[in-house]
């Protein structure tokens, strides 16, 4: 069954309560307030602490205190994140992602599929399956009229000869519309063998067969 991504498949929804680390700030704050007790206690009766210098003082601490936190949890979020997207991307690995091309290989089942964009109806589409060594048609789909939009293909015959080898086969399309031939441009699904992670946490890379570095970002649709 073909999966199509309405935003992006690597949405890890609910992330969970991102934790800080209340402990070390928490001690801070209490260093802060023995030092300021002992000050007071200690003053100067005849020059006492000014009240907005106190006040400034707590204010200072607190927003010092609250950008830690800010941080804590958006480091922590980045590493919730990160884990997400590994694991999904890992998931991925041995099934088949939408890639644009018209070189295809058999998946699983043994058979091709993929898809194509109309951008109008069109009266006839045919899909012409070829052997990319000799240039000959192998399988020739007739698929009659078609209304603009994703147009989904498949080959679910595929010889038992080009299964064995696991051979590529090229795939083209074309349609015809009121202003005459056209050639539709394909794309087909492949096989994910990897996944990277890149630089930063959000960063994952799938090593798609065939057709090399793929991020997860361009990902619409996968079997």
Known sequence: ????????????????????????NSLGQQEFLVLLTTQLQNQDPLSPMDNTEFISQMAQFSTVEGIDRVNASVTSLGDMLGGNRVSTAASLLGHSVLVPGNMARVDDQGEIHGMAELSSNVSSMTVTYTDPNTNQPIHVQELGAQVGGMIEFGWDEVPAAIQAVNGQVRVSIMAETENGTISVPASVF??????????????????????????????????
């Open 1 to 24: 069954m073909t999966t199509i991504d309405g935003s992006n498949p690597f949405y890890t929804g609910n992330l969970g309560q991102v934790t800080t680390d209340k402990q070390a």
């Open 190 to 223: 492949a096989r994910v063998d990897s996944a990277l992670g890149g630089p930063s946490s959000d960063t994952i890379t799938l090593l798609v067969e065939d057709y090399g570095a793929l991020d997860t970002t361009e990902v619409t649709a996968f079997r």
